[in-house]
């Protein structure tokens, strides 16, 4: 099992990024997808969730109405759209699933800094 995220780097506060994270080792389409972040000193938390079909998604109150979360079956990737990023949103970024057999699997993350 892998998760390979990217799309990361240095963005201007209101900026936007859109990252991805490639998955393999596992039937992707079988499995609801989250993206977690970790920030500097602090613990890692989940930010946004999609079903496996795509059709339901959440996300943590730090980053509704800004973040969305979609993903590709076909491709076997999840995407993290971000859009008017703020300094506390600075964090290493991951993709993962908690269930089935890639749930104690993590990538090695995408770095996120927001910084004028």
């Known amino acids: 099992v892998h998760f390979v995220e990217s799309g990361g780097g240095l963005v201007q506060p209101g900026g936007s990024l859109r990252l991805s994270c490639a998955a393999s080792?596992?039937?992707?389409?079988?499995?609801?997808m989250k993206w977690y972040r970790q920030a500097p000193g602090k613990e890692r938390e989940s930010v946004a969730f999609?079903?496996?079909?795509?059709?339901?998604?959440n996300y943590a109150d730090s980053v509704k109405g800004r973040f969305t979360i979609s993903r590709d079956n076909a491709k076997n990737t999840v995407y993290l759209q971000m859009n008017s990023l703020k300094p506390e949103d600075t964090a290493v970024y991951f993709c993962?699933?908690?269930?089935?057999?890639?749930?104690?699997?993590w990538g090695q993350g995408t770095l996120v800094t927001v910084s004028a």
């Open positions: 080792g596992f039937t992707f389409s079988n499995y609801y």
């Open positions: 999609i079903s496996n079909t795509g059709r339901y998604t």
């Open positions: 993962k699933t908690d269930l089935g057999p890639a749930a104690g699997a």
